[in-house]
């Protein structure tokens, strides 16, 4: 029987540069698309999610087009500093600076296909961590504004008038809807810490109001919510602006997870201080990945459960980015790192490629079929050598331009399985395996401490990339120590450690388990044990606080700060649970 041929439209990709933005077809075969008019001088540009149509905006006007076709399909007068489409590409919102006295509305909403205004309110601040102003729930039945105190409801295509429905939420800073249809809609919520109080995460169902679930905590004074693609889960990243311990000049970021299911909770445990440098969400839903600590940052994987699943070992790496077929990960580091990226497949726990000379890289990319990625150097943050570069998933450049103040390189995106689900191909394993193993060792780095040691009795701070074991309360990751042959090594034990090493590798193919890794050149640093330690001795301070209160009550009334200590009692004792399982 013949195998049947899909069919997949043609990679596009859109670049957005000082003088001209066009439209390129590609790869394979990398050109101008001719069909798709240039336009002189834009200062934005978005696509819809399924890709079908593109916004691009000069100082005078956003014009929609059709991307296959290149046709103009409505125009709208104004130059927009901020601009997003609905999530099916029915509307689009837009926001514009506007004169002193805002006597203008400067946020408006438009149908795309008439161009007519459908709506328009003020807003004084350019927020974009807010933007865009107006959520949609993905069937756009549902539309959502944030204002003082409190979430307003509107019919899909409204953003003022009558509103449909409200939640009323004290002190209320941030709010993001599910990646769901009306009829399963859920709401997550932050209210950051206030007068002694603190902070924190409730998911909220629609249209009851009814609270599903909350998640109290301090170091809270912004956060940013990600709903899982499956809408099971909420992540957020708290923000402090100040390191009270100064060990940071950033401030300090502390990770969450919260559950969106009733009467289930969810705890996350992160075996390294330091930042929160990236987080995201494997497009399936299924995993998501984290770079966090001190540099070298570690970069673990956790299933939607959020229990850790493998570590991608440490490194420089502050950015990462999910191929849409879930399958492979990116993990670089740019801004004032060293401009490298890894290409990894976090389910074989297999690095297939690491890209270097990337050091003034600022934007990073996959394209929709997974097999590409794009690198820039975008303006104005670099203002010299502005270009990009297209890559396969194996690390080869294939494609290279300097532009001009070049602004923006974006892929056309693509709604799930428009493309096949490809896995990468068996030889880049193998090439992976060959390159890694190619090159000739240089000596392996001794500590001054372990000279005349048994080094296999030394326990080393990281050995690289590793997986977790797979139970229902894990103890943490199984590692592989490696053994430093030193002079004193006999012969026959040479060769029996060899022997044992090819059978190790062996099997590690066939079905991996841990992947080792030399020891670091940095045993002082503390392992994920002792952090663990220190935190527990923290919240076990916190504890013999809320005992002194609760004796306190006893004799007087408590004071509301008194109060809410008192109803992190709970969720203090599972977090000291949670880290006795690292131990």
């Known amino acids: 029987e013949e195998m049947e041929v899909v069919e997949t439209p043609p990679l596009k990709f859109l670049n957005r540069g000082g003088k001209d933005t066009t439209v390129w077809i590609g790869p394979p075969n990398i050109g101008v698309d001719s069909g798709f008019p240039s336009v002189a001088k834009a200062t934005i540009a978005e696509f819809t999610q399924d890709g079908s149509l593109v916004a691009i905006g000069s100082e005078t006007s956003l014009t929609i087009y059709n991307v ?9 007068t104004g130059h927009f500093g901020l601009i997003s489409f609905s999530p099916k590409g029915s509307y689009i919102l837009t926001w514009q600076r506007t004169n002193s006295n805002l006597t203008e509305n400067n946020v408006i909403l438009w149908n795309v296909k008439t161009g007519e205004k459908i709506g328009a309110f003020t807003n004084k601040n350019e927020e974009t961590d807010q933007w865009p102003y107006i959520k949609w729930s993905q069937d756009e039945n549902v539309s959502a504004k944030l204002v003082t105190g409190e979430v307003q409801f509107f019919a899909g295509h409204r953003i003022t008038g009558n509103v449909i429905n409200r939640l009323k939420l004290p002190k209320i800073a941030s709010v993001a809807l599910s990646p769901s249809p009306e009829s399963s809609l859920k709401i997550a919520t932050f209210v950051p810490e206030h007068q002694g109080q603190p902070g924190g995460v409730r998911i909220f169902s629609y249209p009851s109001m009814d609270k599903i679930s909350e998640k109290r905590f301090f170091k809270a004074q912004t956060a940013q919510m990600f709903w899982s693609p499956t809408a099971a889960s909420v992540l957020a990243i708290s923000r402090t602006d100040v390191d009270k311990t100064g060990k940071s000049y950033y401030g300090e970021s502390t990770l969450h997870c919260i559950s969106a299911t009733p009467n289930s909770e969810l705890s996350l445990v992160l075996g390294r201080e330091g930042a929160i440098h990236d987080v995201r969400w494997a497009p399936n839903g299924k995993t998501f990945a984290v770079t966090y600590g001190f540099m070298p940052a570690q970069t673990t994987i956790f ?7 493998a570590d991608l070992g ?3 790496r502050n950015t990462l980015r999910w191929s849409p077929n879930s399958r492979l990960i990116a993990v670089a ?5 060293n401009g490298e990226m890894d290409i990894w497949d976090p389910r074989r726990l297999k690095k297939l490629a690491t890209i270097t000379g990337l050091k003034s890289t600022s934007q990073l990319g996959w394209s929709p079929d997974s097999r590409h990625l794009i690198t820039a150097r975008v303006f104005p943050k670099i203002r010299e050598g502005n270009g990009y570069e297209i890559w396969d998933y194996r690390g080869n450049k294939i494609h290279s331009e300097l532009i001009h103040e070049l602004g923006q390189v974006e892929w056309r995106p693509a709604l799930p399985n428009v493309f096949p689900d490809r896995p990468p191909s068996p030889s880049a394993y193998a090439d992976a395996s060959k390159e890694t193993a190619s090159p000739a060792k240089p000596a392996k780095y001794v500590h001054p401490n372990a000279k005349g040691r048994d080094v296999a009795s030394l326990k080393p701070v990281d050995v690289g990339p590793m997986k977790y074991k797979r139970t229902d309360q894990p103890k943490g990751p199984v590692k592989s120590v490696p053994v430093i042959p030193g002079d004193s090594e006999s012969k026959p034990a040479q060769k029996n450690r060899k022997r044992k090493e090819k059978k190790t590798q062996e099997e590690t193919q066939q079905q991996p388990v841990v992947a080792s890794a030399p020891i670091p ?12 330690q220190k935190k527990i001795r923290a919240l076990e301070k916190k504890l013999r606080q809320i005992e002194d209160i609760k004796e306190k009550g006893k004799t007087k009334e408590l004071e509301p700060a008194q109060l809410e200590k008192l109803k992190l009692e709970d969720d203090l004792i599972k977090q000291i649970a949670e880290l006795k399982v690292i131990l």
Do not use: M, Y
């Open 333 to 337: 580091g740019f801004g004032n790192l």
């Open 303 to 309: 299933d939607d459960q959020c229990k850790p699943i």
């Open 314 to 316: 440490t490194n420089s």
């Open 68 to 76: 296959d076709t290149g046709k103009p399909v409505s125009s709208f």
């Open 521 to 532: 050149a940095e045993p002082e640093e503390e392992s994920p044990q002792v952090i663990a």
